[in-house]
T-cell receptor, first 116, second 109 residues
Framework: ETGVTQTPRHLVMGMTNKKSLKCEQH?????MYWYKQSAKKPLELMFV???????ENNSVPSRFSPECPNSSHLFLHLHTLQPEDSALYLC???????????????FGPGTRLTVL | EDQVTQSPEALRLQEGESSSLNCSYT??????LFWYRQDPGKGPEFLFT???AGEEKEKERLKATLTKKESFLHITAPKPEDSATYLC??????????FGTGTQLKVEL
């Protein structure tokens, strides 16, 4: 496997279900991100982990719970979701630069989530 | 608040018809301007990073340029396989990427 992988690629769940999205990066990076992408809207940053520590949480509802057990793996645990949570969920990773500038983020293929 | 605006929202070109996509940004202390290509049902694919005004980068039929207020993605002699949504993201002083809504490009034979 190369780059950033995500599983599952498609997920349909009811509002009372509990499920998890998985992301794995094979790039040796030290930061990982979760984004939400809805139609006609910009990518929305949800969570950032740097060196396995959560450094950003953009006012995301508590029904989304991230977990980063090590620098290569990132999970998004889902419970009691709403239909408006249906979207493409993207994982990305990056390597912190030295000497200024922002590191380039590399994205996975995404998980298409549908909440019924 | 950081803002990124992309135009046009959608663009239809004939094969070989060159054009440019615009990305206007308002961020405090730009730390990077990023271009991505996204095909339907897939994740964004990295194209270019620009760090300072006047910088240019090229890859095949694509060329990205940067000024203090905007970036352009020039597409020279496009082919149908260049059809995709092109996303622009700007990183400000907080090191956080703010994305635009993208330009949906369709290149026809």
């Amino acid at each position: 496997e190369t780059g950033v992988t995500q599983t599952p690629r498609h997920l349909v769940m009811g509002m009372t279900n509990k499920k998890s999205l998985k992301c794995e990066q094979h790039l040796g990076h030290n930061a990982m991100y979760w984004y939400k992408q809805s139609a006609k809207k910009p990518l929305e940053l949800m969570f950032v982990y740097s060196l396995e520590e959560r450094v950003e949480n953009n006012s995301v509802p508590s029904r989304f719970s991230p977990e980063c057990p090590n620098s290569s793996h990132l999970f998004l645990h889902l419970h009691t979701l709403q239909p408006e949570d249906s979207a493409l969920y993207l994982c990305a990773s990056s390597q912190a630069r030295t000497g200024g500038g922002t590191d380039t983020q590399y994205f996975g293929p995404g998980t298409r989530l549908t909440v019924l | 608040e950081d803002q990124v605006t992309q135009s046009p929202e959608a663009l239809r070109l004939q094969e070989g018809e060159s054009s440019s996509l615009n990305c206007s940004y308002t961020v405090s202390g730009l730390r990077g301007l990023f271009w991505y290509r996204q095909d339907p049902g897939k994740g964004p694919e990295f194209l270019f990073t620009l760090y300072s005004a006047g910088e240019e980068k090229e890859k095949e039929r694509l060329k990205a340029t940067l000024t203090k207020k905007e970036s352009f993605l020039h597409i020279t002699a496009p082919k149908p396989e260049d059809s995709a949504t092109y996303l622009c993201g700007a990183a400000g002083g907080g090191n956080k990427l703010t994305f635009g809504t993208g330009t949906q490009l369709k290149v026809e034979l």
